[in-house]
């Protein structure tokens, strides 16, 4: 016979560990997305400083009002540039984060999923005579839950691939 208590001590302390391995795994995306962003800001700051101060020399060297106005509206296309690229820049760091994040929820329910219905196999073995329908109809929620989980993520990730 199992040892029943001995059974959800395991199953809850494989829980505990993949639920550990989900944060880590979350923080260490969420870090590593970070440091993207301050260096595409740090990035646009340059570029940004960079292209105002080659405007404010190019402005001083003006001799004319029309050779003034002629530079100050030339100014506008590198700044509008500049925003564009770092709006992409910034569109493909969130995209990526939300795949990365997707993965691991999918790795999470998938394993989480994995252990339930090891554990429930093992109930089932010592369950009393008639509880086989019960256990079944559990066996078929979690791989529908892990199915819908699957589907979920490859449309994400296939929406994503697509913007």
């Given amino acids: 016979m199992l040892n029943s208590p001995e059974q959800f001590t ?20 969420m870090i590593d997305s970070m440091e993207k962003v301050i260096g595409l800001n740090l990035q646009a700051a340059k570029a940004s400083l960079d292209n105002s101060v080659g405007n404010v020399q190019q402005l001083l060297a003006v001799k004319d009002p029309q050779e003034f ?31 990365e994040l997707a993965k691991a929820a999918e790795t999470q329910v998938t394993e989480s999923s994995r252990q339930l219905v090891s554990l429930l196999d093992s109930v089932s ?37 697509r913007s």
């Fill in 10 to 29: 395991a199953a809850a302390r494989a829980q505990l560990e993949s639920q550990l391995q989900l944060a880590t795994t979350l923080t260490d995306s």
């Fill in 69 to 99: 106005l002629t530079a100050s509206t030339s100014h506008a296309q590198p700044q509008t540039d500049i925003a564009l690229t770092y709006a992409r820049h910034l569109a493909s760091i969130a995209t990526t984060t939300h795949f």
């Fill in 125 to 161: 073995k010592v369950a009393p005579a008639g509880s086989d329908t019960a256990i079944t109809m559990m066996k078929s929620a979690i791989d529908n839950v892990s199915s819908g989980d699957r589907k979920s993520t490859r449309l994400n990730s296939s929406h994503s691939d």
